[in-house]
């Protein structure tokens, strides 16, 4: 609650979603102590989209499978039948955080089971591990892993060009990848296993964003950026004869291969002086289509080209729908219709006022019309409509002067695709959303309109800076990045709108007053405006305060326990407090600038800070801190910490480093005096939530590393015993921003990642709620109805595969130390990979045992995993179920 910072900030710009760079990770430990463990459903609190959405795959050989990748929120599968987004990356834990940026997804046309992602993030130290290629042969649902010698930068400069890994449609072994930063293309022929540079490839780019970025962030070379395969040229199980690759070079753009690869040139005739940020064949008219811009995006392009090039005579033909001198944007959004040969599409993706543009053709580029266009300027006719009350924060709360307006076509569109099978289905990629339209061929009717809605639920691609859940009226707040944050009145619906009056661009920091909770205070970044606001009905409605001189950013902010009088940390100034709503502030002394400062949630004159290992205190409101005698702390700003609600002087400290004290400390004296909690190896955040029953204390969270195991922990004892809540499956990258627990459900706990939204949990255990409202309260006690009971859900299913979760309930009145689950499947299904538990088949009957950190098991407590399988004939579930001989009562909730 109310403290994050982005450790790197990138870019302020609107919409293009900022990352935290985690501090480097803690090397791998022998688990030291058995750590308990209990289930828990997650969820997102609902906000659909908010991030920038680069890619967007379907395959080519079946209908309704599609996938789409984010820069640093990992990739997801579409769901046909519900029209939603599943994620993939989930499992992705804390030491290789970066592998929820996605660089590129390719989808096999020959065995549609087959999906591959290349993962990194950056490209330069930010990121402390390389890329890697991972493989799935069930769409997604396992991985394995490839890691290559090289970084990959799914949300570096240049990340919208692509796609750079492609599977050839003949040969489904073998598969490219375009490298950055000088690394060249590299080729497998093993299906992803093993990967080789191909040598005989003659250029690896030169074109960096800003070569002279001492960050190495705008330095670095995009490298190779899109391959394609002329299908024409192949049969199947033999290598496709002709690929073409593009480059991030102006002069020398587009290589091709006519030997599948053994050689290449460069193609003759081709334009200069811009980048190719696609190349997408028309193999039925012999054409290759290419995007062209003068940067590489997505923020920046002024000139742009669209090229035809004819396979067959290497005739290239300008079909730009515009003239040169009219252009002050890059095309990059390209695709060509499957089903109508002759029909290609292409986005002005740097048209940001006073917006996007979409061009359509229908004669192969000869002829062009556009989704708008000016009648008499400013005036403007739309060939489309847009409904957004699915997301309406999407139209920002704007009501801007013609020619722009709300809700906007787009920002940052390089993802655009004509569903291959579904002439009437096209979907693009925005800096906040993926909007589509299911009557796409109305555009080319006289006078016809065609619709435009955001087809992205179940996407959430937020990075979240802090989190709140007042003890009354809206269950959370958010601090988010590039969107602001958001007042979650329900966890299952899509709020109406982001904070506003003022819109921050990130939101940094927020804060209730803990005995007025309506009484709220945020604060963030904006180019022009006051950073920070406050409002009085729970952050429904906002004002902005005046900032003191000084003020560049953010920074932190915290609220008196009365809300008579706030503490401000921002950035380019030092702390400052006030009395009233922020209309006149003074400089705090005794503290330094920069530092991280939050407030007694009794006291409200009690205000605690803390800087490079000193922790200060102030009693008379801020106006003066002194430096606390405690010794031990961590010695690096890499530290967030919280004083408990209820209980004065009660503080926990969170953070550390690897070279340096790393855990959590606790203070019952104000700060005097903290204790570093043995057996917490790591901690990065901490958070409070509703005390147990008949708990005495109040429910602590952290997202730390206890007994040599990274995850999600709770303990309701005050810290002497912990539970991991999280499991393998469940870890999204890097969770060192914030947690916080909710004050009116037990268990319930909000998890702040970096570029996956705000994931909550609730425990399967007593009082777990669910239905996501303001005050749901805690449910009634279970009831045993013997030993154990078993819940099987198949989670996904496709030809010849499918995907369990197993919940084994412990029923009885002891306490379980290791456990066993026996069944047998009634068709001909076959367990494939487990995760969570370890499995074995003797026959027909599969036994799945616990893992280490899952083997004690409370009674009345939960233990859940997973599983991939096989089936032939019907996918029949188990009838009986056995753990430690006893027959175990069913729950059966069938697919879902």
Same mark, same amino acid.
């Given at each position: 609650m109310r403290r994050t910072r982005i450790l790197t900030v990138l870019l302020a710009l609107a919409a293009g979603l900022l990352a935290g760079s985690p501090p480097g990770a803690l090397a791998a430990q022998t688990p030291r102590a058995a750590v308990a463990a209990d289930s828990y459903t997650w969820k997102n609190a609902r906000i659909d989209g908010g991030g920038f959405v680069p890619g967007i795959v379907f395959n080519r050989s079946e209908k309704d499978l599609a996938y789409a990748r984010t820069d640093i929120g990992g990739a997801y599968r579409w769901q046909e039948s519900s029209h939603t987004w599943t994620p993939l990356l989930d499992h992705v834990g804390w030491d290789v955080w970066g592998h929820t940026g996605v660089v590129s997804v390719a989808s096999d046309a020959v065995d549609p089971d087959r999906v591959y992602a290349a993962v990194g993030t950056y490209t330069n130290d930010w990121d402390p591990t390389n890329g890697a290629v991972l493989r799935s042969a069930d769409r997604g649902a396992t991985w394995q892993k490839t890691d290559l010698p090289f970084k990959l930068g799914g949300n570096m400069p240049g990340r919208g060009m692509g796609e750079?890994?492609?599977?050839?449609?003949?040969? !489904?072994?073998?598969?490219?990848?375009?490298?950055? =930063?000088?690394?060249? $293309?590299?080729?497998?022929?093993?299906?992803?296993?093993?990967?080789?540079?191909?040598?005989?490839?003659? !250029?690896?780019?030169?074109?960096?964003?800003?070569?002279?970025?001492?960050?190495?962030?705008?330095?670095? !070379?995009?490298?190779?950026?899109?391959?394609?395969?002329?299908?024409?040229?192949?049969?199947?199980?033999?290598?496709t004869k002709t690929v073409y690759v593009g480059v991030a070079d102006k002069e020398n753009a587009v290589y091709r291969s006519t030997d599948a690869g053994a050689t290449w040139e460069r193609l003759a005739g081709q334009p200069t002086g811009y980048l190719a940020h696609k190349g997408v064949l028309d193999a039925e008219n012999g054409y290759l289509y290419l995007a062209y811009s003068d940067t590489g995006g997505p923020y920046d392009g002024g000139k742009g080209r669209l090229y035809r090039y004819a396979t067959a005579t290497g005739t290239w033909t300008d079909v730009s729908p515009a003239a040169e001198a009219d252009t002050y944007y890059g095309f990059s959004g390209l695709t060509v219709d499957r089903q109508r040969p002759g029909?290609?599409?292409?986005?002005?993706?740097?048209?940001?006022?006073?917006?996007?543009?979409?061009?359509?053709?229908?004669?192969?580029?000869?002829?062009?019309?556009?989704?708008? =266009? @000016? #009648? =008499? @300027?400013?005036?403007?006719? !739309?060939?489309y409509t847009m409904d957004v009350s699915s997301s309406p924060w999407l139209t920002w709360g704007a009501n801007p002067a013609p020619p722009e307006q709300t809700p906007k076509l787009g920002w940052m569109t390089e993802a655009l695709e004509i569903d291959p099978f579904d002439s009437d289905r096209m979907m693009y990629g925005t800096g906040a959303t993926i909007y589509g339209t299911e009557n796409l061929t109305n555009w080319?009717?006289?006078?016809?309109?065609?619709?435009?809605?955001?087809?992205?639920? *179940?996407?959430?691609?937020?990075?979240?800076?802090?989190?709140? /859940?007042?003890?009354?009226?809206?269950? $959370?707040?958010?601090?988010?990045?590039?969107?602001? *944050?958001?007042?979650?009145?329900?966890?299952?619906?899509?709020?109406?709108?982001?904070?506003? /009056?003022p819109n921050f661009t990130t939101t940094t920091s927020l804060d209730f007053a803990e005995k007025k909770p309506d009484v709220v205070v945020r604060a963030g970044n904006l180019d022009s405006g006051p950073h920070v606001a406050f409002s009085t009905d729970n952050g429904a409605n906002w004002f902005g305060g005046t900032d003191p001189s000084g003020v560049s950013g953010g920074g932190t902010v915290a609220a008196g326990a009365d809300g008579s009088r706030f503490v401000w940390s921002p950035e380019g100034t030092g702390v400052q407090y006030t009395t009233g709503f922020g209309t006149s502030w003074q400089a705090s002394s005794g503290i330094p600038a920069g530092a991280v400062v939050e407030s007694d949630r009794v006291n409200p004159a009690t205000f605690y800070g803390f800087k490079?290992?000193?922790?200060?205190?102030? #009693?008379?409101?801020?106006?003066?801190? #002194?430096? =606390?005698?405690?010794?031990? $702390?961590?010695?690096?700003?890499?530290?967030?910490?919280?004083?408990?609600?209820?209980?004065?002087?009660?503080?926990? $400290?969170?953070?550390?480093?690897?070279? *340096?004290? @790393?855990?959590?400390?606790? /203070?019952?004296? *104000?700060?005097?005096?903290?204790?570093?909690?043995?057996?917490v190896d790591a901690a990065d955040t901490v958070g409070f939530g509703k005390a147990a029953p008949d708990a005495t204390y109040q429910t602590l969270f952290t997202s730390a590393e206890i007994g040599g195991v990274r995850g999600i922990f709770r303990s309701t004892d005050a810290g002497a015993t912990w539970t991991r809540v999280n499991d393998d499956a469940h870890q999204w990258g890097w969770t060192g921003a914030a947690v916080t627990g909710d004050p009116r459900v037990y268990g319930r706990v909000y998890v702040a990642t970096n570029g996956r939204g705000v994931i909550y949990g609730d425990t399967s255990d007593t009082g777990g709620g669910d239905d996501g409202g303001t005050d749901p309260g805690p449910g009634p006690d279970p009831t045993p109805t013997g030993a154990c009971e078993v819940e099987y859900t198949v989670t996904n299913q496709w030809s010849g595969g499918f995907q369990a979760d197993v919940r084994l309930t412990n029923t009885g009145t002891s306490a379980w130390d290791g456990w066993s689950l026996d069944w047998s499947f009634p068709g001909d299904q076959r367990v494939t990979q487990m995760w969570n538990a370890e499995h074995s088949r003797t026959g027909a009957t599969v036994t799945a045992k616990n893992v280490a950190w899952n083997a004690g098991v409370a009674p009345g407590a939960s233990v859940t995993f997973g599983f991939t399988g096989s089936w032939t004939g019907t996918n029949a579930e188990p009838q009986r179920f056995t753990a430690a001989g006893h027959t175990c009562t069913t729950a059966t909730r069938g697919s879902r």
């Open positions: 750079r890994l492609a599977v050839d449609p003949h040969d !489904n072994d073998v598969l490219y990848l375009g490298a950055p =930063s000088g690394h060249g $293309l590299w080729r497998s022929t093993d299906a992803g296993v093993t990967w080789s540079e191909v040598t005989a490839f003659p !250029n690896p780019g030169n074109y960096a964003q800003d070569p002279g970025d001492t960050s190495g962030y705008a330095s670095d !070379n995009q490298g190779i950026t899109w391959v394609t395969f002329d299908e024409s040229t192949g049969r199947a199980g033999t290598a029909t290609v599409m292409a986005t002005a993706y740097s048209s940001w006022w006073p917006d996007t543009q979409i061009f359509r053709s229908t004669d192969s580029g000869a002829t062009w019309s556009q989704a708008w =266009s @000016y #009648t =008499s @300027y400013p005036d403007r006719e !739309n060939r080319d009717d006289e006078g016809g309109t065609f619709a435009i809605e955001p087809m992205v639920r *179940g996407l959430e691609e937020t990075a979240v800076n802090d989190l709140a /859940s007042p003890p009354s009226g809206a269950p $959370l707040l958010s601090a988010l990045g590039d969107v602001g *944050g958001f007042r979650h009145t329900s966890l299952t619906e899509v709020p109406s709108m982001m904070y506003t /009056s490079s290992g000193k922790f200060y205190v102030s #009693t008379d409101g801020g106006a003066t801190f #002194t430096a =606390s005698a405690a010794t031990g $702390l961590p010695a690096g700003d890499s530290v967030r910490f919280k004083a408990l609600p209820g209980g004065e002087g009660d503080v926990w $400290l969170a953070g550390g480093a690897a070279d *340096g004290p @790393y855990g959590l400390w606790h /203070s019952t004296d *104000g700060g005097k005096a903290f204790t570093k909690l043995p057996g």
